[in-house]
């Protein structure tokens, strides 16, 4: 019985490992051709920086 036991979780833990392997292998395949965007190289929509001046940049509350 512990031998099966054995057998299994090796199985199991070489089925792990081969999945992560191709997950890795695929990423790094899809990820050649096109190149790592990062986000802050981003210059297309989004809210603008907000700087500490005007209406919206002091949200303290006041009473």
């Given at each position: 019985?512990?031998?099966?036991?054995?057998?299994?979780?090796?199985?199991?833990?070489?089925?792990?490992a081969?999945?992560?392997?191709?997950?890795?292998?695929?990423?790094?395949?899809?990820?050649?051709?096109?190149?790592?965007?990062s986000?802050?190289?981003?210059?297309?929509?989004?809210?603008?920086?907000?700087?500490?001046?005007?209406?919206g940049?002091?949200?303290?509350?006041?009473?």
């Amino acid at each position: 019985m512990a031998i099966l036991l054995v057998i299994g979780g090796l199985v199991l833990t070489g089925l792990a490992a081969g999945f992560l392997l191709a997950v890795s292998f695929g990423d790094r395949r899809r990820g050649r051709g096109r190149g790592h965007r990062s986000l802050r190289d981003d210059d297309g929509g989004g809210a603008p920086p907000r700087s500490g001046g005007g209406a919206g940049g002091d949200r303290r509350l006041r009473v």
